[in-house]
């Protein structure tokens, strides 16, 4: 039972490079989250899910675009990476507000 | 409104202390208040979280108190350990939306043996 899997771990990009994140659930979960965590930010939502085929944008949106095309998987896009979004990026998953999130271990984005 | 404010931004405590940190919000619709602890290199964890009907809530050496009154909550660490040395975070969500947690900035805490 692996919880919440993040893939890369780290991952180094050049400015104006693409990429995307993976998040992989195994818990059955509906709802799940993307945060970036910066010094001094704590976590700040990018987007977010209630459901497969569903998205939303969260508080810092720009730059990124996300999908949910399976329920167990969600995917963070950079289009055209820019050293601001040099970052640690956490996917969250959550069965209800009452029962916390369950965090993965992050991804490390330097954009160079 | 949806700011969570969280206080100090770091804190030393030496062994045995109590350590205490502060969140306050604004936002009246916010009705689960949880606490998260991060170690270096890893996602935040579910320490412990109240909801606004109890005054308190204890669980091992962790305490939330809760005001909401004055729309403010703290976790207090007693007997603190080195082994809680990390980042809490405090949040706040209304459990009738979207289940969007926001979060404090965090806390740093280092326990000095």
């Known amino acids: 039972n692996a919880g919440v899997t993040q893939t890369p771990k780290f991952r180094v990009l050049k400015t104006g490079q693409s990429m995307t994140l993976l998040c992989a659930q195994d818990m059955n979960h509906e709802y799940m989250y993307w945060y970036r965590q910066d010094p ?3 976590l700040r939502l990018i987007h977010y899910s209630v459901g497969e085929g569903t998205t939303a944008k969260g508080e810092v949106p720009d730059g990124y675009n996300v999908s949910r095309l399976k329920k167990q998987n969600f995917l963070l896009g950079l289009e055209s ?6 970052s640690v990026y956490f996917c969250a998953t959550s069965q209800g507000a009452l029962y916390g999130y369950t965090f993965g271990s992050g991804t490390r984005l330097t954009v160079v | 409104q949806q700011q969570v404010k969280q206080s100090p931004q770091s804190l030393i405590v030496q062994k045995g202390g109590i350590s205490i940190i502060n969140c306050a919000y604004e936002n009246t619709a ?5 606490w998260y602890q991060q170690f270096p290199g890893k996602g935040p964890a579910l320490l412990i979280a109240i909801r606004p ?9 962790f305490t939330i108190s809760f005001n909401k009154s ?14 809680d040395s990390a980042t809490y975070f405090c949040a706040a ?6 289940y969007k ?3 404090g900035t965090g806390t740093r805490l280092k326990v000095l043996a």
């Open chain 2, 93 to 98: 969500v209304s459990t009738s939306g979207t």
């Open chain 1, 40 to 42: 001094g930010m704590g």
């Open chain 2, 30 to 34: 916010f009705d689960y208040f949880p």
């Open chain 2, 70 to 83: 004055a729309k403010q909550f703290s976790l207090h660490i007693m007997d603190s350990q080195p082994g």
């Open chain 2, 101 to 103: 947690y926001i979060f």
């Open chain 2, 53 to 61: 009907d109890v005054s308190e809530k204890k669980e091992g050496r």
């Open chain 1, 81 to 86: 990476a820019a050293p601001s979004q040099t």
